[in-house]
């Protein structure tokens, strides 16, 4: 009556016994770690694994072992202090053509590994590090996307011979062109209709025509300016050296970074939030700079200002900009010791930058530094102000800077130098920029949380023994109260606890405080499954049924209410992941897989175990509960 087939026997025993194994690399830890991967073209062989070597050893840095990963290679350390030193090193004698990163290596045995056994991921408030809340200005993206349309309906209107007396944006994103007749007029919305489907045009007095982005194509925009930030953010996080970074979109124009084990959180905060990038113009030297000064510039060109102040006269026309730079990386001049940044561009950019310098041998080419700042704006008090419609106002600020202005002396190709840096840091911050691409629209940073790695270890420590307490105080109740059954019931717990964190390390989740907090959640909750077995059971004996009958109709009759009280809260779990985020969502899935390993334990494993003491007696007088 009371007894599973083998084959059901040997089916649990497999899924517990598996589930110990995966979880058992949590036991072991991490070593700190250094990853080296190839950027830029270079290549991780065993030139560079034997050079890394020969580094470390002369710096006398021990380490554990050097391993093959996916992209290149990982060095182990037993302490943090060396991997941090190591880390240092390593990237300075390598160069830019490597990225190195700090990272964790799983300490668990190599028959673990072998089995695909890995530890879960430690989150931000378990292992530290700086957590980022950005904000994209879709403002700023919409109005640059304007900008460029104006520029492009300019010269297309141009090709087709269509005469216009202004175009120009006004402040409140309105596209306005205005003709000197009828006739032009028609011409051109023809053309806007046929190449400029974004726009929805609209006929005005006195010849005029008013055009606005449709709203198909501002979600675009939006969509294609958070995608872009997404990516160039991660670039320039790789191009930090952190290993196992979070970066994700949150709502509609957010997006959280996560950076674990970050030390130097000014420079992150530096780097994340500048939208920075080149635009190369050629100096105007027909003009006078100090005419352009007194009286203005002439048209087509612009008076900008160098790091000193000293203004200087350049044509508006781009030649090209930071969109066709493929690599950059920042070093000294041998001949001046000052820093520079070396410059590689793709075909476009070295193909344009060729024909310029063909042809303007003895004239000046200037490198502008472009870069765009929004913060909010404040009244004196510091409150953020806010405008009519209740949102709060930003301001965005656009720094031109030019960086050098150099003589042509010969024809280039398609690497060049930049000079006149004011610092090695400054250079280094540049070429990172550089190389991990513009922003497609400003960020600012709304939030920010900093945890300390001594932080997160003591999170650690009281949240297992937070679980571990609670998980021994209802193993002593159980046992008190429903004695054999109540200790049986205790090895089922157990089974659940392993059981769950081996799911969650086969699905490499990260585990973070509202994490634990769901194991903690998870061990109260999976006993409540017995509970009601267990008084079912104790109500068939009241009812004078043999203790045989009495285990069974406490299983059978105890399923319904048990399977009905657990997904009601696995609803309640699924709708916290559906519409929160974050740590909301980490809470939520693990609440969601321990409903279903506490179902499998308290019913399958709990069962077993019963089954394999009273159930092999025939004649059974007696049970412990």
């Not at 781009?318 to 070093?331: E, K, Q």
């Not at 400003?442 to 920010?448: D, K």
């Not at 004078?544 to 997904?567: E, H, L, R, W, Y």
């Not at 390993?597 to 019913?603: D, N, P, Q, R």
């Amino acid at each position: 009556m009371n007894q599973y087939p083998w084959w059901k026997n040997a089916l649990i025993g497999l899924v517990v016994v598996l589930g110990l194994i995966y979880a058992l690399p949590n036991l072991y830890g991490d070593n700190p770690a250094v990853e080296i991967q190839a950027a830029h073209g270079a290549v991780v062989d065993h030139a560079t694994v034997a050079r890394i070597r020969r580094l470390l050893a002369a710096a006398q840095l021990p380490y554990k072992r050097i391993s093959r990963v996916a992209k290149g290679v990982q060095v182990r350390f037993t302490r943090a202090g060396v991997q941090m030193r190591a880390r240092d090193l390593i990237g300075q004698k390598l160069g830019p053509g490597f990225h190195t990163a700090l990272a964790l290596a799983p300490a668990a045995p190599s028959w673990l590994r072998a089995l695909g056994a890995r530890p879960m991921y430690l989150g931000l408030d378990l292992r530290g590090g700086v957590h980022f809340l950005l904000r994209v200005d879709m403002h700023a993206a919409l109005h640059k996307t304007l900008v460029e349309d104006v520029r492009a309906l300019r010269r297309a209107l141009r090709h087709h011979h269509i005469r216009y007396r202004e175009a120009r944006l006004t402040k409140t994103g309105v596209l306005e062109l205005r003709f000197r007749n009828v006739v032009q007029a028609h011409e051109a919305r023809r053309l806007m209709a046929q190449q400029f489907t974004d726009l929805a045009v609209s006929s005005g007095p006195h010849h005029t025509l008013r055009a606005v982005m449709t709203p198909a194509a501002i979600a675009a925009r939006q969509h294609y300016a958070l995608e872009q930030n997404l990516t160039a953010l991660r670039r320039r996080v790789n191009e930090l050296g952190v290993a196992a970074p979070v970066i994700q979109q949150e709502g509609q124009s957010r997006i959280v970074v996560e950076l674990p084990g970050v030390e130097d959180i000014a420079r992150a905060k530096e780097i994340l939030g500048r939208t920075a990038t080149l635009e190369i113009h050629m100096v105007d030297s027909k003009n006078s700079l100090a005419s352009a000064v007194s009286n203005g510039a002439p048209p087509g060109t612009r008076i900008y200002y160098d790091r000193h102040g000293q203004p200087i006269l350049l044509y508006d026309r781009v030649l090209y900009s930071g969109d066709d730079i493929t690599n950059a990386s920042a070093g000294v001049d041998p001949q001046t010791g000052q820093p520079v940044v070396n410059i590689t561009l793709n075909g476009r950019g070295a193909a344009i930058n060729a024909r310029v310098t063909r042809h303007n041998v003895g004239q000046r080419m200037a490198v502008v530094y472009v870069e765009v700042q929004s913060h909010l704006k404040r009244n004196d008090q510091g409150v953020p102000i806010r405008g009519p419609d209740g949102r709060r106002v930003r301001v965005t600020r656009k720094i031109e800077r030019v960086i050098t202005a150099p003589v042509i002396r010969e024809a280039l190709g398609g690497s060049f130098q930049i000079t006149g840096i004011g610092s090695v840091r400054q250079a280094r911050n540049l070429a990172l920029l550089l190389r991990a691409g513009a922003l497609a629209a400003p960020v600012s940073i709304i939030a920010e949380r900093t945890v300390g790695p001594s932080l997160g270890a003591a999170n650690i420590t009281r949240g297992f023994y937070a679980t571990l307490f609670g998980f021994l105080a209802i193993a002593v109740f159980m046992a008190v109260y429903y004695r054999t059954f109540g200790v049986l019931a205790a090895i089922a717990l157990a089974s659940n606890v392993v059981l769950l964190v081996a799911v969650l390390s086969v699905l490499q989740a990260t585990l973070t405080l509202p994490g634990i907090a769901g194991i903690a959640l998870t061990v109260g909750m999976a006993i409540d499954a017995n509970v009601l077995i267990f008084e079912r059971i104790r109500e068939e004996l009241r009812n004078k049924n043999s203790p045989q009958a009495a285990i069974a109709a406490g299983f059978d009759k105890a399923m319904g209410t048990i399977v009905d009280s657990n997904m009601t809260t696995f609803i309640a779990g699924l709708a916290l992941f559906w519409l929160g985020s974050g740590s909301v969502r980490g809470f939520a899935i693990t609440l969601c897989l321990g409903i279903l390993t506490s179902l499998f334990s308290a019913i399958l494993v709990t069962r077993a175990l019963v089954n394999a003491v009273y159930g092999r007696r025939r004649r059974l007088a007696h049970v412990g509960i």
